[in-house]
Each structure stands twice: as structure tokens, then as C-alpha cells.
């Protein structure tokens, strides 16, 4: 953060010599020149030295002075510590890490089925426009906050983001709730400065002082090497955090080939189990067309309605290795929920004529078509123009 001292302030000595408006005034002059005929007349030097109400008003100046400085440092640490915060979530948000990309491995869980959070994470996922711009507003906030100048335009695009962000936890049980309103506290402390000009801006008549500027370095030769160090110690931070954010997600490439889609089964060489809530063979499965890593997320749904969830990795050999368990049930922990050995299957996708897969493997011997209905989120795409069956709201 750059840092400036001010003005050096009026000496004593300059001061407006009316009564009240220094420590001493301006004496007149002494004219000797009855004494001695022809001499100029000379003024007499005053002297404050030992003069009680002279050193009174340098020490509430000093103390002053302290008081302004320690406040603006108690200022500036928490417009650093928010700017780390909005950076940390504004990267997080524009390397489309923290939501993640919605694609079609994760297709089959049903409405219903969903935690109120896990709706809010896909809504968001889907769109990587609204994901991204989320990011730059917090990105952009933290680099306002970083220079003094900017500092309340910084502090509030961070209060409204955070506004938002706090009503979204609210809405949709995020457990984060505490942490969007702490931030959402800090901006607002960081405007109160500046909140006198803006009330008076909208509820006051006449001219509006001038704002205020943090100054964490009254001393002009100090002031000068900060005011070089600052930017550059703020513009490393920004780079910092954006690349150690970049590197803490799995790196994302895109892979439609077999078996990404979603898939409903058309044929099955297993017998149906007497009862249909006892029938484990499969309904439908869904493989995801992006890649974190080596792994592609993979939802698989049985003929008794149990969904399995998990990942599956692409072999050199051309078959795949699905890893998958139960969703996470309700007041599951995640410790609890992690600690679960997923089942695994290998599994060989041979793409046929018709476009179907037939799939071989471990107790497994069927055929999967395209499921269209199933995929109408991923396929329906953007248009810029109004379709014939607009609005499609189903």
C-alpha cells in the first residue's frame, strides 16, 4: 500500500498573530529615538522558551499526530487483510476452481436429491460467465483496496460482493455465513472515513470537504521510498496469490470421447431381480467431459433407484476405472464420508455402429444409448436470438 506525509503543518512562528491563533503574538516595535535622535527604531525578539502554552500546543500536535498514524496502521491492516481475502475468493472464482464446471457426470442426481448448498454450487457452476465475473469484481475490489486512493471505491464494490454473498449463504444454508458477514463488517469499517462525505453527498447542503487520505507515513523522506515500495509490494501480492490460487485447484482439460455423455440402458444381459427395490442392475450412467487431473466425475443409477457417485480414470489400455460410492447422506460427516472405500469396477466402453456403447466388464454386459432427455442442460446451449419454443422453461 502506498504511503504519503502531509503537509508540514504552519510553525508557531508564521502563525496569524491575532489573540488566540499562536503562542505568542507579534510584538510591536520598541523606538528608542528619543534616546538616541536619528536611530532606527527595532523590534523586539519575542521568546517562547519555558512558555507553558508553547509547549502544551506542540505536545497535543505531537499526540496528535500519533493518534492519526496509529489509526490509519489500524485502518490499513484491515484493508490488507480484506484485499487478501477478496483476492484469495476473486481467483478462486476466475480460474473457475471453487464451483467448478458443470458438465454431464453430474447428470443424474434428481432435484430432490440435492442439498440446498449442492443447488447453489451447480447454479453457479453452470455458468462460468457468472463465476468469472463474480471473481473480477473481488479481484478488482482488492486492487482498489490496495492503494490508498482507491481505497473506498475498493471498500465498496467488497461490501456490495460480500452483500451478496451473505444473502446467497442465507438463502441456500451455506455454512460460511459468519465468514461472508465478517467480510461484509471489514469493508464497512473500511468506509467509515469517507462515510461523512457520502452522507453529506445525499442528505446535506453545501460544499463537501475534501476526502481524507490514509497516510501511514507522516514523514515526507520516508513517505517518498514508500510511496515506490508500496505499489510494487502490492502488485506482488496480487500476482502471489493469484498464481498459488491457480495452483491449489487440479488442472482441467475437456475430453468428449467415450464414454463421456449421458447414457440410459437399452439392453441388459442380467435377469431382473424378483422385487424391482432389490434389482441392482444399472438404469442410466453419466460420464463427465472434463478431466481435473486424471479423473473425470461419474454418476451411475440402478434399477432400484441408488444413485452411486464418484470419479472414473481413463487406463492406457482403453478401459475405464470407476470408483464410486453412496452420495453423502445428511448429518453424514465429511470425515465419516471420506473415510468410505469406494467400490470399483473396470469397465470397456466399445463405441458401436448405431451410436451405442456396449459395455463390458465385472458383472457387467449391456448396451447404452444416448440419453437426449437426460442432457437437454448441457446440449441446449446459448442463443443470442429468440427460438420458436422460447421460453423454454421446463
Do not use: C
Amino acid at each position: 500500500m502506498s504511503t504519503s506525509g502531509p503537509r508540514p503543518e504552519t510553525s508557531d512562528a508564521t502563525a496569524d498573530p491575532r489573540p488566540g491563533t499562536s503562542s505568542w503574538a507579534a510584538a510591536p516595535p520598541t523606538d528608542t529615538a528619543d534616546d538616541e535622535p536619528g536611530r532606527a527604531a527595532e523590534p523586539s525578539v519575542p521568546d517562547d522558551r519555558g512558555d507553558p502554552a508553547a509547549d502544551y500546543s506542540a505536545e497535543k500536535r505531537m499526540g496528535r499526530l500519533v493518534a492519526v498514524t496509529l489509526a490509519w496502521w489500524a485502518h490499513g491492516g484491515v484493508r490488507l487483510l480484506l484485499a487478501v481475502a477478496m483476492l484469495y475468493y476473486g481467483f478462486a472464482k476466475v480460474w473457475l476452481g471453487q464451483f467448478g464446471v458443470t458438465g454431464s457426470g453430474d447428470a443424474l442426481i434428481a432435484f430432490g436429491e440435492m442439498s440446498p448448498m449442492g443447488l447453489l454450487w451447480r447454479m453457479v457452476a453452470f455458468s462460468p460467465l457468472f463465476q468469472v465475473l463474480a471473481g473480477v469484481a473481488e479481484v478488482g475490489a482488492a486492487i482498489a483496496l490496495l492503494w490508498r486512493r482507491s481505497a473506498p471505491l475498493g471498500a465498496t464494490i467488497a461490501a456490495a460482493s460480500m452483500s451478496l454473498v451473505l444473502v446467497l449463504n442465507l438463502g441456500y444454508d451455506v455454512p460460511v455465513k459468519q465468514g461472508a458477514l465478517l467480510w461484509l463488517v471489514l469493508a464497512l469499517i473500511v468506509l467509515i472515513p469517507w462515510m461523512p462525505r457520502v452522507a453529506r453527498a445525499f442528505l446535506g447542503r453545501g460544499p463537501i470537504d475534501p476526502s481524507p487520505l490514509p497516510t501511514l507515513i507522516p514523514w515526507r523522506p520516508v513517505a517518498r521510498v514508500t510511496n515506490v515500495l508500496g505499489p510494487i509490494a502490492g502488485l506482488a501480492l496480487v500476482v502471489l496469490i493469484g498464481v498459488v490460487t491457480a495452483q491449489m485447484y487440479p488442472s482441467r482439460m475437456l475430453d468428449e470421447s467415450t464414454p463421456a455423455g449421458v447414457w440410459t440402458v437399452v439392453e441388459d444381459t442380467a435377469e431382473p431381480a424378483a422385487q424391482l427395490s432389490e434389482d441392482t442392475r444399472w438404469q442410466s450412467f453419466a460420464y463427465d467431459e472434463h478431466v481435473y487431473g486424471d479423473r473425470a466425475p461419474a454418476q451411475l443409477r440402478l434399477a432400484d433407484g441408488t444413485l452411486l457417485v464418484g470419479m472414473g480414470v481413463r487406463n492406457p489400455d482403453g478401459t475405464v476405472t470407476l470408483s464410486m460410492t453412496p452420495p453423502r447422506e445428511e448429518g453424514q460427516r465429511v470425515a465419516d464420508f471420506l473415510s468410505i472405500t469406494p467400490t470399483e469396477i473396470v469397465l470397456t466402453f466399445t463405441e458401436q455402429a448405431d451410436g451405442t456403447l456396449h459395455v463390458t466388464g465385472e458383472g457387467v454386459d449391456l448396451v447404452l444409448a444416448p440419453d437426449e432427455d437426460g442432457s437437454v442442460l448441457f446440449d441446449r446451449g446459448f442463443s443470442w436470438s429468440i427460438r420458436p419454443d422460447d421460453p423454454f422453461n421446463r
